[in-house]
């Protein structure tokens, strides 16, 4: 008997094959750029956990075996990842937005101009400019020194707001200028240290000679390390190729910040610093001063008499230096839409 039930079962499962096995319905669909509509071909098409996938052929167009409540995972090189739960509806057409974010390393050329970093004939070294405001440098051009291989940083003196320059690739000429070439955004900036020999401020209507050669920090510290995006350097003779003789000492290349499409964004940042000398000079308090001669004759003393005893002595030396405090705030506001932007502005 349960042969014969056996085998009428059997006889029933052939003759009706529907009845016993459920047929997987068939997603298709057509994947296209969220901003410009094109068709993209080439994006992998897979269901979340699993190994099934497929994609999409010339026209953007693709098709996959799924049931109801699975999830399809779209991926393609440049664009964010997209999933999608399968339903009722065997159509799926898919928008994808541009990830900038997944996008190869790409450098700043000649007037603003991108490219990958692997197609240029040019030796090129990026500096974000995170690292830049990590260095807490008031002049940017001195958080160059030790992150870019063949750049000398050279500062004039060690007093506060001192001029720097930049030699890269050690110096080419004796008697010329071997600061490379700077451009912000496109355009030539000049980064030369600012020096006078006439104040207009001078009590004389000539030349101010007691001001002769002071100097008033180089231009490139008039830019804010909080603006910068990031400084492409250009190093050796073939940076010329793409920005002229001037560029012969190299260039370089800064990016500031720009707003990008969403919401409007604030921006705050803060550092403090203090700052305290460490070693003061020795100061004799035996002899008091010497003389440089007389109208009779001519000698020169390095001390002269001891002090008496009892004599008042005065430091004017350590009262001079105070203990140094400094604070630095930023705020900026940032944000604009798909056609509109607006860049990062300080306060």
């Known amino acids: 008997m349960k042969t014969i039930l056996l085998l009428c079962l059997m006889g029933i499962g052939i003759m009706f094959p529907h009845v016993s096995t459920a047929q997987t319905p068939v997603i298709k669909g057509q994947v296209v750029d969220a901003k410009t509509n094109e068709s993209l071909p080439g994006v992998t098409v897979v269901i979340k956990g699993t190994n099934q996938g497929a994609a999409t052929d010339g026209s953007g167009m693709y098709s996959i075996k799924a049931a109801a409540g699975q999830v399809l995972v779209f991926t393609f090189v440049g664009y964010r990842p997209n999933e999608v739960t399968v339903g009722k509806s065997a159509q799926l057409n898919i928008r994808m937005e541009t990830d900038f974010q997944s996008v190869k390393e790409v450098v700043v050329t000649a007037l603003g101009i991108k490219e990958d970093k692997k197609n240029l004939g040019v030796t090129v070294t990026e500096v974000k400019g995170n690292e830049i405001l990590r260095s807490q440098r008031t002049n940017f051009v001195d958080a160059l020194q030790g992150r870019v291989a063949g750049l000398q940083v050279n500062q004039s003196s060690g007093l506060p707001g001192a001029s720097s320059t930049v030699v890269i690739r050690g110096i080419s000429s004796l008697s010329g200028s071997n600061e490379p ?8 900036y000049s980064n030369k240290t600012f020096a006078t020999s006439s104040f207009a401020t001078a009590t004389t209507s000539g030349q101010s000679l007691e001001n002769r050669g002071v100097d008033f920090s180089n231009r ?9 995006e990031s400084v492409t350097v250009l190093k050796g003779p073939e940076a010329t190729s793409l920005y002229g003789i001037d560029a012969s000492n190299g ?12 919401e409007m964004k604030v921006s705050y940042s803060n550092s403090f610093s203090v700052t305290k000398i460490n070693k003061l000079p020795e100061i004799q308090q035996v002899y008091g001063q010497g003389r440089n001669g007389t109208l009779d004759s001519t000698y020169f003393q390095y001390y002269g008499e001891p002090y008496p005893a009892g004599t008042k002595l005065y430091n004017n030396i350590s009262p001079f230096f105070k203990t140094g405090f400094a604070q630095r705030h930023n705020v900026s506001f940032e944000g604009g839409s798909v056609k509109t932007q607006s860049r990062p502005h300080a306060i």
Not at 251 to 262: D, N, P, Q
């Open 181 to 188: 070439l700077y451009i912000v955004d496109g355009l030539p």
């Open 220 to 228: 490139g510290a008039d830019i804010n390390p909080e603006d910068i």
């Open 251 to 262: 260039a370089i290349v800064i990016t500031t910040k720009r707003g990008k499409a969403g």
